[in-house]
């Protein structure tokens, strides 16, 4: 990757303090996605890696709210499909759902039954790989309706979190790295 691209990324991602909580250090992506062609340049080099890693996606899977942003354009890009993964009760058809549990609580997401094919190869992307929580659950949608998780994709990826380990044996692959 080059590195003036990726300067340019993080220079343009936002660390906001003590949001939502004390001691959280968020990182808004918001100004990446209001920087004319930034976005543009991210999904390219999604493409890009996706080649790479040698991962052949039929479809890509985003869990909402911002793997609506990177998905679509991925899934664009590259000519397959896109999977929305929501909270319940935002999906009109028969759902797969899962509940988990995060650092501070727990949630849940569901996704059409008929969304993956038995046997699609799936690619779920993201905004932020944090705890790995969010992931989990999607890789284990997309299992449950009969798709093969070749991999995650992320902006950033938050170091000392141990996500990798959490989503094992899902890969990862994050354009940045952010301390937690």
């Not at 699609?120 to 093969?148: E, H, M, N, W």
Request: with cysteine; proline share 7%; glycine share 10%.
């Amino acid at each position: 990757m080059d590195d003036t691209f990726l300067e340019e990324i993080r220079d343009a991602i936002r660390t906001v303090p003590n949001f939502p909580i004390d001691g959280i250090m968020f990182r808004d992506i918001s100004p990446v996605l209001s920087r004319p062609g930034l976005l543009a340049k991210v999904t390219a080099q999604f493409v890009k890696d996706l080649d790479g890693l040698g991962w052949k996606p039929d479809v890509i899977v985003g869990p909402e709210a911002r793997g609506f942003i990177f998905g679509p354009l991925l899934a664009e890009r590259l000519g397959i499909g896109f999977v929305p993964v929501r909270k319940p009760g935002k999906l009109p058809a028969e759902t797969f759902r899962i509940d988990y549990t995060l650092e501070y609580g727990s949630n849940s997401l569901e996704i059409h039954k008929d969304a993956i094919s038995k046997g699609q190869k799936v690619v779920i992307i993201d905004d932020l790989l944090a705890t790995g929580g969010t992931i989990s659950a999607c890789a284990d949608l997309c299992r449950k309706a009969g798709g093969d998780v070749l991999g995650a994709l992320f902006l950033i990826e938050l170091a000392g979190l141990n996500a990798r380990t959490t989503i094992a044996p899902v890969q990862a692959h994050a354009l940045l790295e952010f301390p937690a």
